[in-house]
């Protein structure tokens, strides 16, 4: 019986070896998996249907508020956005290519080098030196703002006059630190504002932003310039979120650019799964003739001028696809609209229905 028993012991003890040298494989080839490098391939398409409500929507007469993209009138299209990145890992890549109007005012600045214009919305590799470090070299959207250039990643379509005139792109290489589970640190050295291909002057543009709990302080030194920048929001309850966005920005006195400053809240209510609607309500000021609203006919107008700008928009998700209807009122401390008659008037009552689709 003893020598039965050892058997049964010795079979025992191979099979619970057996099992642990096929468990020790298995989390070996999931750790192997894991940390192999992964390509992934993401994007959206948009177009959308704009019309004026008291002015032109075709002709000389034409007029559209003074902040970027869904601008032209009648069926629009916006843009094409592909984005492939590669994640290692220590280090990756990230390739995001825009094709169409949208696109096109995003990078309105990069035809320098190639005489048939440019697609590279952000072209950047980064290296995670360790848990709490990242270092980013490239081209890289902007860290300023409440909203980026993607129309997926904004609630309104339109844009805000904050968003228009912040910088959109940088070239250059940045710095994160991860301070702590609540604190983070970015500091960056670039190209200046919108110099996204080369650097054809010389002249760098220093940044820097202070993040706790998904509020962030943002600064931007660029010359004779700088903008100081306030994002963040609150989750106020469930179903209703309040996003905010504050700047101000002061331009180079010798290069003749002018100063503005403003303040844009959004608040966001989910009556549904799939149903969103929100507002941004935004004031915005500009001074010594900035122009960013638009051109006063006023032979006295000293170039000071304010804009009061209120977008409602809804946002219905089917899948990987949102429909945003959307009512914009624009209203300016001076005449810079037109109506249908060629007649100036300050405000501007504007309808948008777009279409989203992002896989």
């Known amino acids: 019986m003893k020598a039965i028993t050892n058997i049964k012991y010795i079979k025992n003890l191979f099979v619970v070896a057996l099992l642990l040298f096929s468990t020790s494989a298995l989390f070996a080839q999931e750790e192997e998996e894991d940390t192999k490098p992964k390509f ?27 902040s970027s993209f869904a601008q032209l009138p009648g069926f629009a299209l916006g843009m094409a956005n592909v984005i492939g990145s590669y994640e290692g890992e220590k280090a990756g890549f990230v390739a995001d ?17 190639s005489a048939t214009g440019n697609i590279v919305n952000q072209l950047y590799a980064y290296w995670n030196v360790s848990e709490s470090v990242t270092l980013t070299f490239g081209n890289f959207n902007t ?17 805000s006059y904050l968003f228009s005139y912040g910088p959109f792109s940088h070239t250059g290489l940045k710095a994160d ?18 110099l996204t291909e080369f650097n054809p002057t010389g002249q760098y543009a220093y940044g820097a932003q202070l993040g706790y709990s998904d509020q962030y302080l943002n600064l931007l030194i660029d010359n004779g310039s700088f903008e100081v920048d306030y994002t963040g929001g609150f989750d106020l309850s469930d179903s209703f979120f309040l996003g905010i966005n504050a700047a101000y920005f002061s331009g180079d006195e010798e290069d003749g650019i002018g100063n503005f400053a403003g303040i ?23 001074t010594d003739g900035f122009g960013a609203i638009g051109t006063s006919p006023d ?31 624009d209203s300016a401390s001076e005449d810079v609209f037109v109506n249908s ?9 504007s309808f948008v229905l777009a279409a989203v689709y992002s896989f």
């Open 40 to 66: 992934s391939f993401s994007g959206s398409i948009d177009a959308y249907y704009r019309a004026n409500l008291n002015a032109a929507n075709s002709g000389d007469n034409y007029v559209a508020p003074g």
């Open 97 to 113: 290519l825009v094709f169409g109007p949208r696109g096109t005012d995003a990078i309105f600045a990069s035809p320098m080098y």
């Open 143 to 159: 860290f300023l703002g409440y909203e980026v250039i993607s129309p997926v990643a904004n609630f309104n379509y339109s844009t």
């Open 177 to 194: 630190f991860a301070l702590s589970d609540d604190f983070s640190l970015m500091l960056a050295v670039m190209n200046q504002t919108d």
């Open 264 to 286: 844009a809240l959004y608040p966001q209510l989910a009556t549904s799964e799939n149903f969103t609607i929100g507002l941004r309500g935004e004031y915005f000021a500009e």
């Open 299 to 329: 032979p006295n107008f000293d170039g000071d001028m304010s804009v009061f700008a209120l977008t409602l928009t809804g946002s219905a998700t089917i899948g990987d696809l949102m429909i945003k209807p959307e009512l914009r009122l």
């Open 341 to 349: 008659d060629g007649e100036v008037m300050a405000g501007l009552s």
